[in-house]
C-alpha cells in the first residue's frame, strides 16, 4: 500500500495497523523489519526528502494561515541539519534494545 498520496487520517490507521502487526512477531523478526526500514529510508532518501518539502510546503501554508502550529512545522521537516541522520540512527537504536521480555500486544 502506497501512502503518498493518503491523508493523514489513512496514513494514521495504516500506521496503527502496521504496529499490532509488528507487536506479534519476534524478537528476530522485529529486528529484521527494522533493519529493512533503515535501509529503505537510506536508499530513497532523495525521493523521501523530495516528498517531504512538498509536505513542508504545503505545511507552511497552513501555519501562515493559523491551521498548524510552528512547532508542529518545525518537526515536519526533514531536510534540517542533522534530522534525517538521527532519524536513521534512531531506527537502530530501537532495533538494537533488548526484548522487553517477550510482551505481545493481542491482535484486534
Known amino acids: 500500500m502506497s501512502l503518498t498520496e493518503s491523508s493523514a487520517v489513512e496514513v494514521a490507521r495504516a500506521a496503527s495497523l502496521a504496529s499490532r502487526r509488528l507487536a506479534t512477531l519476534s524478537n528476530t523478526a522485529r529486528n529484521e523489519a527494522l533493519t529493512a526500514l533503515h535501509a529503505a529510508l537510506l536508499k530513497n532518501r532523495d525521493i523521501i526528502l523530495q516528498a517531504n518539502a512538498k509536505d ?3 505545511a507552511t501554508h497552513a501555519a501562515a494561515s493559523g491551521g498548524l502550529s510552528q512547532s508542529v512545522l518545525k518537526r515536519l521537516d526533514l531536510s534540517r541539519p542533522g534530522k534525517y541522520e538521527d532519524m536513521l540512527k534512531g531506527v537502530l537504536s530501537v532495533r538494537d534494545l533488548d526484548d522487553p521480555g517477550g510482551y505481545k500486544i493481542p491482535p484486534p
Do not use: G, K
Request: net charge negative; aromatic share 0%; proline share 0%.
Open 56 to 58: 513542508v510546503e504545503a
